[in-house]
């Protein structure tokens, strides 16, 4: 059964930074393609991150300020968020099977609960 636990949100000053892990089980990191996803209030699901075959891709919006990474040993994946703004607030989670349906929403198979992240002074 294929399980994702989010961890490591929180309230964050514009600027600030704060690191997500996800940790996972029923499956194995290096042989699948993980995703970070989050969704805002009234907001669809919008992909922020997804690792593959070790290599970390990012939309624009976050492009080098996000950074995912994974521990396989800990069979864990990782997301570094720097300089963080306020328009990075959302509901983050780990997600496996994610895909856009012909209307352009994403949607994922297996998602975790989720974790809040909040950008506010």
């Known amino acids: 059964e294929v399980q994702l636990v989010e961890s490591g949100g929180g309230l964050v000053q514009p600027g600030g930074s704060l690191r997500l892990s996800c940790t996972t089980s029923?499956?194995?990191?290096?042989?699948?393609?993980v995703n970070w996803v989050r969704q805002a209030p009234g907001k669809d699901l919008e992909w922020v991150s997804s690792?593959?075959?070790?290599?970390?891709n990012y939309p624009p919006s976050v492009q080098g300020r996000f950074t995912i990474s994974r521990d396989n040993a800990k069979n864990t994946i990782y997301l570094q968020m720097n300089n963080l703004k306020p328009e990075d607030t959302a509901v983050y989670y780990c997600?496996?099977?994610?895909?856009?349906?012909?209307?352009?929403?994403?949607?994922?198979?297996?998602r975790g609960q989720g974790t809040q992240v909040t950008v506010s002074s």
């Open positions: 997600a496996k099977e994610c895909q856009y349906s012909p209307g352009r929403t994403l949607q994922c198979t297996y």
């Open positions: 029923g499956f194995t990191v290096t042989s699948d393609v």
């Open positions: 690792i593959v075959g070790g290599r970390g």
